[in-house]
């Protein structure tokens, strides 16, 4: 039981890490010419529902692999 306590905290940080840097490397991308005049906060929240997306979708992945690896004891 506290094995799922662990992963839940260790899920929960990854999550956040992976998303401030993916918000940190999309900020060297000039989003300048695809946003419409007037329409600056829109743009922004895209851009925070874009690198929660991929932030998330990364974390998932590296957690994937961990427990996968971890599972590789079984196999012998």
């Known amino acids: 039981m506290m094995q799922i306590g662990y992963f839940s905290i260790i899920s929960m940080i990854s999550h956040i890490v992976f998303i401030a840097i993916t918000w940190r490397a999309m900020q060297g991308i ?15 929240i895209l851009l925070i529902f874009i690198a929660i997306a991929i932030g998330t979708t990364v974390s998932n992945f590296v957690l994937d692999i961990l427990q996968w690896s971890q599972n590789l004891l079984y196999l012998f």
Request: hydrophobic letters at 40%.
């Open 30 to 44: 000039n989003f300048e010419p695809l946003v419409r005049k007037n329409y600056v906060v829109e743009a922004r």
